[in-house]
C-alpha cells in the first residue's frame, strides 16, 4: 500500500504521479484525473495535462455532524475547485485536489473523525444504510451495525496513516510484512458493496449490493437482518459474459452474527474471485459460477452455523420524502432536493452558503441519500423555526416544484474531470 507514494508526492516538478502509484492511490481514496477542457491548449503550450485529483471520504451510512460538514466546505474552498460531490454510496468527493494539497487535505478530512481509507480500490467500499426518517430509534441501532460493519472491514494497515498522518512505521511480522486477516496478501479480485435496508423503504437498493442487509423489525423492535447476495448493475457493454444481476436473499440472521457473516462472505470472495479477468471478477460472478448452494455451503462452513429461514418484509418506496418529516423520536427531518449530488452557489442559488449556514446552528446531522440528495436530520423543536427562516432566506428547495422526472435524475460527473466519458453528462443535464 506504500509503492513509491511518499517520493512521488514530493516530487514538485510535475502534478503527476506514476501510474503504479495511481493505482495505490485508489485504496487511499483517490486518483488522478486531468482537466480535458484544458488538454489541447496546454498541449499546445508544451505544458503537461492540468493534473489533479479527485479525493472521497466515506461517512458509513451517510450521517455527518454539523461540524464535519463544515469541514468538508472548509476543505472545498481552500483545495478543491469549491464545490462538495454528494454521491449514490452516501459519501462525499471531491474534485480539482492538487498534488501538493492532497496531504493537507486528508489531514483535515481525519482530523474531523472522516476517512478516505478504502474509499475506492478493491476492498470493501462505503457501507450504505437507509437513512429512514420515520422509524428514528430503529434507523439509530441499523447505523451503528453499518458502521460496526464498516469498521471492522477496513484495511489494517498502517501504510495510510504513515503517509498521510505522518505515523511512524510499524510492521506487526517477523518477516517485515502487514497483516491483512480479512484482505490477505492481496486484498480482493474487485470492489465490494455492502447496503442496508430499513422496510419499507428500499432507498440503498439493496438488491443491487454484493452483501445485502435487510431490517426486520417486529413491534418496533430489530429483530435481525434478511441477507441478500450476488448483486451489482454493472456490465460492460457487448460482452455477453458481464450482465446486472439482482441479489438472491439466502435466509436470516440475528444482528449479533452480522460483523461475523459479512466478514466470511468477503473472504469467500477474496479467495475464489476471477483474478485472471477483471471484468469478470464481481463476488455475483463468483457465486454464478459455482452456483447458489455451493456459496451457502461454503458460508455455512466458515462460520460454523447456520442462517435461519428468511422472514417476511415488504418494500413499497425507493425514493426519497421531500420537505419536512417528523421521526418516531418527535425530531424532525428535512429532505432537500440536490441536482446531481453538486452542492455548489451559483448566480440565482446560494445552496452551499445556505448549508454552511444551517450547520453553524444546527445540533443534529445531516444524512447524504442514496439519491444523491441530503437531509437535515434530527432537527429539534426548538431549531426548527431558525432552520426553516435560513431554508427560506437561501431558497433552498425540496424539489417539489420539480417533475417527477427532474427529481429522479442523475447525471454522473463526466467531463471535463472524467476519463473514461465520452461525453457531457452533469454540465449538460440541466
Same mark, same amino acid.
Given at each position: 500500500?506504500?509503492?513509491?507514494?511518499?517520493?512521488?508526492?514530493?516530487?514538485?516538478?510535475?502534478?503527476?504521479?506514476?501510474?503504479?502509484?495511481?493505482?495505490?492511490?485508489?485504496?487511499? =481514496?483517490?486518483?488522478?484525473?486531468? #482537466?480535458?477542457?484544458? !488538454?489541447?491548449?496546454?498541449?499546445?503550450?508544451?505544458?503537461?495535462?492540468?493534473?489533479?485529483?479527485?479525493?472521497?471520504?466515506?461517512? @458509513?451510512?451517510?450521517?455527518?455532524?454539523?461540524?464535519?460538514?463544515?469541514?468538508?466546505?472548509?476543505?472545498?474552498?481552500?483545495?478543491?475547485?469549491?464545490?462538495?460531490?454528494?454521491?449514490?454510496?452516501?459519501?462525499?468527493?471531491? /474534485? =480539482?485536489?492538487?498534488?501538493?494539497?492532497?496531504?493537507?487535505?486528508?489531514?483535515?478530512?481525519?482530523?474531523?473523525?472522516?476517512?478516505?481509507? @478504502?474509499?475506492?480500490?478493491?476492498?470493501?467500499?462505503?457501507?450504505?444504510?437507509?437513512?429512514? *426518517?420515520?422509524?428514528?430509534?430503529?434507523?439509530?441501532?441499523?447505523?451503528?451495525?453499518?458502521?460496526?460493519?464498516?469498521?471492522?472491514?477496513?484495511?489494517?494497515?498502517? &501504510?495510510?496513516?504513515?503517509?498521510?498522518? +505522518?505515523?511512524?512505521?510499524?510492521?506487526?511480522?517477523? #518477516? $517485515?510484512?502487514?497483516?491483512?486477516?480479512?484482505?490477505?496478501?492481496?486484498?480482493?479480485?474487485?470492489?465490494?458493496?455492502?447496503?442496508?435496508?430499513?422496510? *419499507?423503504?428500499?432507498?440503498?437498493?439493496?438488491?443491487?449490493?454484493?452483501?445485502?442487509?435487510?431490517?426486520?423489525?417486529?413491534?418496533?423492535?430489530?429483530? =435481525?437482518?434478511?441477507?441478500?447476495? =450476488?448483486?451489482?448493475?454493472?456490465?460492460? /457493454?457487448? #460482452?455477453?459474459?458481464?450482465?446486472?444481476?439482482?441479489?438472491?436473499?439466502?435466509?436470516?440472521?440475528?444482528?449479533?452474527?452480522?460483523?461475523?457473516?459479512?466478514?466470511?462472505?468477503?473472504?469467500?470472495?477474496?479467495?475464489?474471485?476471477?483474478?485472471?479477468? %477483471?471484468? /469478470?471478477?464481481?463476488?455475483?460472478?463468483?457465486?454464478?459460477?459455482?452456483?447458489?448452494?455451493?456459496?451457502?455451503?461454503?458460508?455455512? &462452513? %466458515?462460520?460454523?452455523?447456520?442462517?435461519? &429461514?428468511?422472514?417476511?418484509?415488504?418494500?413499497?418506496?425507493?425514493?426519497?420524502?421531500?420537505?419536512?418529516?417528523?421521526?418516531?423520536?418527535?425530531?424532525? /427531518?428535512?429532505?432537500?432536493?440536490?441536482?446531481?449530488? !453538486?452542492?455548489?452557489?451559483?448566480?440565482?442559488?446560494?445552496?452551499?452558503?445556505?448549508?454552511?449556514?444551517?450547520?453553524?446552528?444546527?445540533?443534529? +446531522?445531516? %444524512?447524504?441519500?442514496?439519491?444523491?440528495?441530503?437531509?437535515? $436530520?434530527?432537527?429539534?423543536?426548538?431549531?426548527?423555526?431558525?432552520?426553516?427562516?435560513?431554508?427560506?432566506?437561501?431558497?433552498?428547495?425540496?424539489?417539489?416544484?420539480?417533475?417527477?422526472?427532474?427529481?429522479?435524475?442523475?447525471?454522473?460527473?463526466?467531463?471535463?474531470?472524467?476519463?473514461?466519458?465520452? @461525453?457531457?453528462?452533469?454540465?449538460?443535464? *440541466?
Amino acid at each position: 500500500m506504500r509503492g513509491s507514494l511518499v517520493e512521488t508526492l514530493e516530487n514538485a516538478i510535475t502534478g503527476s504521479i506514476p501510474e503504479d502509484d495511481n493505482r495505490l492511490m485508489k485504496f487511499h =481514496g483517490s486518483y488522478m484525473q486531468d #482537466d480535458r477542457d484544458l !488538454r489541447n491548449e496546454r498541449q499546445k503550450q508544451k505544458l503537461e495535462p492540468a493534473y489533479q485529483f479527485m479525493l472521497r471520504v466515506r461517512a @458509513a451510512g451517510g450521517i455527518v455532524t454539523p461540524d464535519q460538514w463544515l469541514m468538508m466546505d472548509r476543505v472545498a474552498q481552500k483545495y478543491a475547485n469549491g464545490t462538495i460531490r454528494l454521491t449514490t454510496r452516501q459519501s462525499f468527493q471531491l /474534485h =480539482g485536489v492538487l498534488k501538493w494539497n492532497m496531504k493537507k487535505t486528508i489531514r483535515e478530512v481525519n482530523d474531523a473523525l472522516l476517512s478516505t481509507l @478504502a474509499a475506492c480500490g478493491d476492498v470493501n467500499r462505503n457501507v450504505m444504510c437507509n437513512p429512514n *426518517p420515520y422509524q428514528s430509534e430503529v434507523h439509530a441501532e441499523v447505523y451503528e451495525w453499518a458502521s460496526r460493519v464498516s469498521n471492522h472491514l477496513d484495511p489494517h494497515t498502517k &501504510a495510510y496513516h504513515e503517509i498521510w498522518l +505522518d505515523g511512524e512505521k510499524v510492521v506487526d511480522s517477523q #518477516d $517485515g510484512a502487514e497483516q491483512e486477516p480479512i484482505y490477505g496478501r492481496v486484498y480482493l479480485p474487485r470492489k465490494f458493496k455492502i447496503g442496508i435496508a430499513v422496510p *419499507p423503504s428500499n432507498d440503498v437498493d439493496v438488491f443491487s449490493q454484493d452483501l445485502g442487509f435487510i431490517a426486520i423489525v417486529e413491534d418496533g423492535r430489530l429483530k =435481525g437482518f434478511n441477507v441478500s447476495v =450476488g448483486g451489482g448493475m454493472g456490465m460492460s /457493454h457487448g #460482452d455477453p459474459l458481464t450482465y446486472p444481476q439482482v441479489a438472491q436473499v439466502i435466509g436470516f440472521i440475528t444482528p449479533d452474527q452480522m460483523i461475523d457473516l459479512a466478514e466470511k462472505t468477503v473472504m469467500i470472495q477474496r479467495d475464489y474471485g476471477d483474478r485472471s479477468v %477483471r471484468k /469478470h471478477a464481481r463476488f455475483k460472478y463468483t457465486i454464478d459460477d459455482r452456483g447458489i448452494d455451493w456459496f451457502v455451503g461454503e458460508l455455512t &462452513a %466458515r462460520l460454523g452455523w447456520k442462517l435461519e &429461514a428468511a422472514r417476511p418484509y415488504h418494500f413499497d418506496n425507493n425514493g426519497d420524502r421531500y420537505g419536512w418529516v417528523k421521526g418516531s423520536n418527535g425530531k424532525w /427531518h428535512f429532505n432537500l432536493f440536490i441536482q446531481n449530488g !453538486r452542492v455548489k452557489d451559483e448566480d440565482n442559488y446560494l445552496l452551499m452558503t445556505g448549508l454552511r449556514e444551517i450547520a453553524k446552528v444546527h445540533t443534529g +446531522d445531516f %444524512r447524504l441519500t442514496a439519491n444523491q440528495n441530503l437531509i437535515i $436530520g434530527n432537527v429539534s423543536s426548538q431549531k426548527k423555526k431558525k432552520i426553516e427562516d435560513l431554508i427560506k432566506e437561501y431558497g433552498l428547495t425540496d424539489g417539489l416544484h420539480y417533475s417527477a422526472l427532474r427529481r429522479s435524475s442523475m447525471a454522473c460527473v463526466a467531463l471535463p474531470t472524467c476519463g473514461l466519458a465520452m @461525453a457531457e453528462s452533469e454540465r449538460y443535464l *440541466p
